[in-house]
């Protein structure tokens, strides 16, 4: 069972708020506040699950010329772009897509699954947990071949060349967030506005076009991911708010 886990740990729990469709700047906006908050120890981890309408974000290795449609036509066709504080370059975010952003104290679930002291690096180690976590719910839907390159993100195929998730991450003081986009029904013409990551000469995929499972969408993605959440971190799954309320779960005694 890819899902299994043991019992987890008492208090070792993380909650999920379902955001439903909404504009990026106001969830980056949610995103910062739970940040705060989270450091503050006044939050327990909590995993946004969203999706956007039409947008392009820039990370801060973002060149120009990755940018391919001009500003007239990202007007005609609806489509945002913002310049964010996060790891890799240029990606695409829309209806149809599930996008996470795990707003988590990443250094303490290092030292509580690994042994490794609080503080101690663990920045690659978090990426290969959320790239699990994808290829765990990407294989849960069909799609038994794919893995991991040296290009960060979840690949699929014979030969790995086609993309159908993004990975990107910001860390302070030892909590995480931004996080994956998964596409899951996403229109993927709209990844002809920019070479998605900077990557030239590869492909951009999403679950439907890779998929024969007749239960496939967006909610049933979501509830996958929960579920390899919790399997990767031995932790159980709580609802929290949906759409924009600023409030998180108050922090567990546990912290």
């Not at 890819?2 to 969830?27: D, K, N, S, T, W």
């Not at 504080?85 to 690994?114: E, K």
């Not at 967030?177 to 590869?202: E, Q, R, T, W």
Request: glycine share 10%.
């Amino acid at each position: 069972d890819i899902f299994f886990r043991p019992p987890p740990p008492a208090m070792a729990r993380f909650v999920v708020r379902r955001l439903g469709v909404m504009p990026y700047l106001p969830c980056l906006e949610l995103q910062l506040r739970l940040l705060e908050a989270r450091l503050q120890g006044q939050v327990e981890d909590t995993l946004l699950l969203v999706e956007h309408p039409h947008v392009y974000t820039i990370g801060k290795r973002q060149t120009q010329g990755d940018i391919l449609w001009s500003a007239e036509t990202l007007r005609q066709k609806g489509v945002e772009v913002h310049k964010i504080d996060r790891g890799g370059q240029v990606t695409y975010h829309g209806p149809g897509q599930l996008v996470g952003y795990p707003i988590f104290n990443a250094s303490r679930l290092h030292h509580r699954l690994t042994g490794a002291p609080e503080g101690s690096k663990f920045s690659y180690w978090w990426v290969e947990r959320l790239q699990s976590i994808l290829m765990k719910t990407v294989t849960a839907h069909g799609v038994p071949q794919c893995g991991v390159t040296s290009d960060v993100g979840i690949w699929v195929g014979d030969r790995l060349d086609r993309k159908v998730a993004a990975i990107g991450i910001q860390l302070k003081q030892g909590c995480s967030m931004h996080g994956f986009a998964l596409n899951v029904s996403s229109d993927l013409g709209f990844y002809a506005g920019i070479v998605p990551c900077g990557l030239k000469d590869k492909f951009v995929t999403s679950l439907a076009a890779e998929s024969a499972d007749p239960t496939l969408s967006v909610a049933s993605v979501m509830d996958t991911v929960v579920r390899a959440f919790e399997a990767e971190f031995q932790a159980t799954a709580v609802d929290g708010p949906g759409g924009e309320d600023s409030g998180g779960a108050p922090a567990a005694p546990a912290g």
